[in-house]
């Protein structure tokens, strides 16, 4: 299986700055015959399921504010916050679905400092 | 509107069985492959199982495989999980889950979860 390490574990960060979550795969997710990256990130707020942020590592799903971004390729992945907002309090998630199983990582919990 | 709301869920004791059940109205359920994911404070999230829209196709964690069955009815836009020897490690919220329209394990949309307890 793809093991799914993210970092750092939480993080807080004023209101308006950057916030910035890596996500490492075991092994590469980019499929060389379309080359995309089989990687996704999503937000879960508390008492909430996960919401589908970004996937092929770089592609926001529709209705997400363009201060979520991702990016990377191959084994190593960031997601970026440009401006954090009050509403962005979350836990962050990455996934691989490169293989089966799909795997996720351990999380990032990002607070307002 | 895409909807998935299941039911289902509950006390269990170990060695118990249990069958949970999402409701999918809102979209040509039969198109898209649905997964079953659950989530427990220790594991995080975990992928559980995944059924294509015609059935053919189904997959499952290694930790589940044997006692777990995944299917669906298409006609009444519903996904099923029948969970049998259920263990404590099973206890978690579990999550319906739609995959993207490219057929790639990713989840565009979920449900609200049920909370599934094995404890003697």
């Not at chain 1, 750092?8 to 209101?15: G, K, Q, R, Y």
């Not at chain 1, 509403?87 to 400092?113: H, L």
């Not at chain 2, 029948?82 to 889950?97: F, G, I, P």
């Amino acid at each position: 299986d793809i093991v799914m390490t993210q970092s750092p574990d939480s993080l807080a960060v004023s209101l308006g700055e950057r916030a910035t979550i890596n996500c490492n795969s075991s092994r590469s997710v980019l499929y060389d015959s379309n080359n995309k990256n089989y990687l996704a990130w999503y937000q879960q707020k508390p008492g909430q399921p996960p919401k589908l942020l970004i996937y092929w590592a770089s592609t926001r799903e529709s209705g997400v504010p363009d201060r979520f971004s991702g990016s990377g390729s191959g084994t190593d992945f960031t997601l970026t916050i440009s401006s954090l907002q009050a509403e962005d309090v979350a836990v962050y998630f990455c996934q691989q679905c490169f293989s089966t199983p799909p795997t996720f990582g351990g999380g990032t919990k990002v607070e307002i400092k | 509107e895409v909807q998935l709301v299941e039911s289902g869920g509950g006390l269990v004791k170990p060695g118990g069985s249990l069958r949970l059940s999402c409701a999918a109205p809102g979209f040509t359920f039969s198109s898209y492959t649905m997964n079953w994911v659950r989530q427990s404070p220790g594991k995080g999230l975990e992928w559980v199982s995944s059924i294509s829209g015609s059935s053919k196709y189904i997959h499952f964690v290694d930790s589940v495989k044997g006692r777990f069955t995944i299917s669906r009815d298409n006609a009444k836009n519903s996904l099923y999980l029948e969970m049998n020897s259920l263990r404590a490690e099973d206890t978690a919220v579990y999550y319906c889950a739609r995959s993207d329209s490219s057929g790639s394990l990713f989840f565009d949309f979920w449900g609200q979860g049920t909370l599934v307890t094995v404890s003697s």
